[in-house]
């Protein structure tokens, strides 16, 4: 279970990147925050977030429209 889930369901790029940015201070150290979304660009965002923030995507799913990322504070 991740630390942190961020709902960002039914919002367009940059939104969900802004609330996972947002909810990533409130993840510990080697802590994960799930972001569930709908946006289908969001896979590339998270992809780009991940390599600027130098934090770990790890796990990306999709289940009926609903985008689902599992990312890893690694600071």
């Given at each position: 279970?991740?630390?942190v889930t961020v709902d960002a369901k039914g919002?367009?790029?940059p939104l969900p990147i802004?609330?996972?940015?947002?909810?990533?201070k409130d993840v510990p150290a080697?802590?994960?925050m799930?972001?569930?979304?709908?946006?289908?660009?969001s896979a590339a965002d998270?992809?780009?977030f991940c390599?600027?923030?130098g934090n770990t995507l790890v796990?990306?799913?999709?289940?009926?429209?609903?985008?689902?990322?599992l990312i890893k504070n690694t600071a």
């Open positions: 279970m991740a630390d919002l367009n790029c802004l609330r996972a940015k947002k909810a990533l080697g802590g994960t799930e972001v569930l979304a709908t946006d289908p660009g998270f992809e780009a390599r600027t923030t796990e990306n799913s999709v289940d009926d429209g609903v985008y689902r990322y």
